[in-house]
């Protein structure tokens, strides 16, 4: 990211790690799991923790144009660090989007509610009254019934046919981020992930006619999304 210039980028979508690589156990298609998911979603602490979001947001802050925004998605683990950063850094919090999952995993502690909820926080560097950040206020009514689109979005999570080249442990559908880059990008608009996965946020962008650019650094991640290229 450092090696991009300032203000180039138009839109970011991300999904940071959550820090919930924590060897407890977890449900996944029925069956009970280790939830850890890899070493890159070890928690180091809440103080190391927020240093790191804080960092990698300097870093999109310097990327992004001032009528450019931003979509961050989070869980209780991670959403309170990013959220704090973001104010500290001078973004604006447009927006908590909260994405309830049609058929959440069981609980299978019992010693709270189902996690059925992620919160997408959207924001922007723009100053009010000074730029003006793309929303595409009309296209998002039109797709709600010609009313309002509210900030809770029901949706499922990824199915099959989104995991046929392999598939992430953390990876969020297509149907989620395309939403957010209709709401907030035009065709040619370049979309960076810094943290990119299978690159979810890669398809969506380039089958709405967006440019995309993403970081990674687990290499077999970005040969998933090498496939799902060459089959858009
Ligand atoms: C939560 S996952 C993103 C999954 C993605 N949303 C998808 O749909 O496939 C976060 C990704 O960030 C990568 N990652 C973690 N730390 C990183 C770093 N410092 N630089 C680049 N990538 C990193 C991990 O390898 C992981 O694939």
Not at 111 to 120: G, I, Q, S
């Given at each position: 990211?450092?090696?991009?210039?300032?203000?180039?980028?138009?839109?970011?979508?991300t999904?940071?790690?959550?820090?919930?690589?924590n060897?407890?156990?977890?449900?996944?298609?029925g069956?009970?799991?280790?939830?850890?998911?890899?070493?890159?979603?070890?928690?180091?602490?809440a103080?190391?923790?927020?240093?790191?979001?804080?960092?990698?947001?300097?870093?999109?802050?310097?990327?992004?144009?001032?009528?450019?925004?931003?979509?961050?998605?989070?869980?209780?683990?991670?959403?309170?660090?990013?959220?704090?950063?973001?104010?500290?850094?001078?973004?604006?919090?447009?927006?908590?989007?909260?994405?309830?999952?049609?058929?959440?995993?069981?609980?299978?502690g019992c010693?709270?509610?189902?996690?059925?909820?992620?919160?997408?926080l959207?924001?922007?560097k723009?100053?009010?009254?000074?730029?003006?950040?793309?929303?595409?206020?009309?296209?998002?009514?039109?797709?709600?019934?010609?009313?309002?689109?509210?900030?809770?979005?029901?949706?499922?999570?990824?199915?099959k046919?989104e995991?046929?080249?392999?598939?992430?442990?953390?990876q969020?559908?297509?149907?989620?981020?395309?939403r957010?880059?209709?709401?907030?990008?035009?065709?040619?608009?370049l979309?960076l992930?810094?943290?990119a996965?299978?690159?979810?946020?890669?398809?969506?962008?380039?089958s709405?006619?967006?440019?995309?650019?993403?970081c990674?650094v687990?290499?077999?991640?970005?040969?998933?999304?090498?496939?799902?290229?060459?089959?858009?």
């Open positions: 990211m450092a090696s991009l210039p300032a203000e180039s980028v138009d839109c970011i979508w999904d940071p790690p959550y820090n919930l690589s060897d407890g156990i977890t449900c996944v298609a069956r009970m799991v280790k939830v850890n998911k890899g070493e890159w979603d070890r928690s180091q602490g103080e190391r923790d927020h240093a790191f979001n804080k960092a990698w947001l300097a870093a999109c802050y310097r990327l992004l144009k001032p009528t450019g925004t931003i979509w961050v998605t989070g869980t209780l683990h991670v959403y309170p660090s990013v959220g704090f950063a973001m104010q500290q850094l001078g973004f604006r919090i447009l927006n908590d989007i909260i994405w309830e999952k049609v058929a959440p995993p069981p609980n299978l010693r709270c509610f189902t996690h059925a909820t992620e919160l997408v959207w924001a922007t723009a100053r009010k009254g000074k730029e003006r950040y793309t929303f595409n206020y009309e296209e998002m009514k039109s797709e709600n019934g010609d009313r309002q689109m509210k900030n809770l979005w029901r949706m499922p999570a990824p199915g046919a995991k046929i080249y392999g598939k992430h442990p953390t969020k559908p297509i149907a989620l981020v395309s957010c880059l209709r709401a907030s990008t035009n065709p040619g608009d979309v992930n810094p943290f996965g299978s690159s979810t946020t890669g398809v969506a962008a380039l709405l006619g967006r440019e995309s650019i993403g990674e687990d290499i077999g991640h970005m040969v998933t999304f090498s496939l799902m290229c060459l089959s858009l």
